[in-house]
């Protein structure tokens, strides 16, 4: 190994040639990995507390999780009833209709943490 080259944060073996350049230290491409699932890492990753991640991994950990479906919210999304929302999750408890953006109107013996929606049987 050449004496001049810079330690693999990784392996800690020199980096000559197609390395990547992160945390302020330079990795071997293969040693360049996730650190939850260990897949190695291209030009799209993330970090949080000095660790890396893929997106899938980082999404699973830090999104916000949908109150319907409980996956990770990433991109476009609805903040109601104190909640965060896939647009597609955000539904009428009654019908299933998705409400979007739209007016709806929140009967407490009929709703649930997957939507709002009104029971136009409801006695209440």
């Known amino acids: 190994a050449d004496k001049f080259a810079i330690p693999c944060a ?3 073996k020199g980096c000559m040639t197609d390395y990547i350049e992160a945390l302020g230290e330079q990795w071997h491409e293969e040693c360049f990995r996730c650190s939850k699932c260990h897949k190695t890492l291209d ?3 993330f970090v949080d507390d000095d660790n890396v991640y893929c997106k899938q991994d980082y999404e699973e ?5 949908c109150a319907a479906c409980h996956l990770a919210v990433v991109g476009e999304c609805l903040q ?7 647009k597609d999750c955000f539904t009428c408890t009654h019908c299933s209709k998705l409400l979007g953006e739209q007016t709806f109107y929140m009967f407490p013996s009929h709703t649930k943490a997957g939507g709002a929606g009104s029971n136009a049987d409801s006695a209440d």
């Open 10 to 12: 990784g392996c800690g």
């Open 43 to 45: 030009d799209e990753f």
């Open 61 to 65: 950990l830090y999104a916000p999780k």
């Open 80 to 86: 109601a009833l104190d909640h965060t929302f896939h």
